[in-house]
């Protein structure tokens, strides 16, 4: 009797697109939490805007390729570049903003180079370069990271919906409250630097 034999690991391979997307979603966890927990609930609105118009787009683009949308909506490929977007833009980013670049993202650096895998450059990554060259004033929707500065504002998510849809601040907020080259430099030493 001869035994079929194959080289280790014996677990067979999982390479579907799919549980390698679930995967990355997984391990954005903790950094979507710390992200909530510094900034506020900003994130929220752009994880919701970027894969509602990440879905959208994906399904838009398959179909004028005439593609069937099911099997790559399902894939989890959109949610990660939308996940990835929301990720790199300020929390308090208007929803356009958001959404244009979340068009481009997938219409353009996605698709417009042959869908998955065929991508020139990280989706996402395109779609945050083409709204900072573009839009560079509403790129700097950051308040002080919890922590940080002694006087800050943490932002409620009403306030947030209404400045993201609206564009009116609160009372007595102000956008980009402490500007420094990283809130990391200030944490480990509580080192303020003088302001001029």
């Known amino acids: 009797m001869e035994f079929q034999t194959a080289p280790a690991p014996h677990l067979p391979p999982r390479t579907t697109v799919t549980a390698v997307m679930l995967e990355v ?100 990554m395109a779609g945050y370069a083409v709204v900072l060259i573009s839009f560079p004033a509403h790129m700097d929707g950051f308040v002080s990271a919890r922590g940080v500065a002694t006087e800050q504002h943490q932002v409620s998510f009403a306030e947030t919906v209404d400045f993201v849809f609206t564009g009116h601040l609160p009372e007595g907020m102000q956008i980009d409250a402490v500007s420094m080259a990283s809130p990391l430099d200030v944490m480990p030493t509580r080192f303020q630097p003088a302001v001029s």
């Not at 919701?48 to 683009?61: G, K, V």
């Not at 398959?62 to 929301?86: C, E, H, I, N, Y």
């Not at 980013?93 to 068009?103: D, K, L, N």
């Open 25 to 124: 979603l997984v391990a954005l966890v903790p950094g979507v939490l710390a992200y909530l927990w510094y900034f506020g609930p900003g994130l929220v609105l752009n994880l919701l805007i970027a894969a509602l118009t990440a879905l959208a787009t994906e399904a838009a683009m398959l179909k004028l390729r005439g593609r069937a949308p099911q099997p790559a909506l399902k894939d989890l490929s959109a949610l990660v570049t939308a996940a990835l977007l929301a990720l790199a833009m300020p929390p308090l980013t208007p929803w356009w903003v958001t959404a244009i670049a979340t068009v481009f993202a997938i219409a353009i650096a996605k698709h417009l180079y042959g869908g998955l895998g065929y991508n020139l450059f990280n989706p996402a």
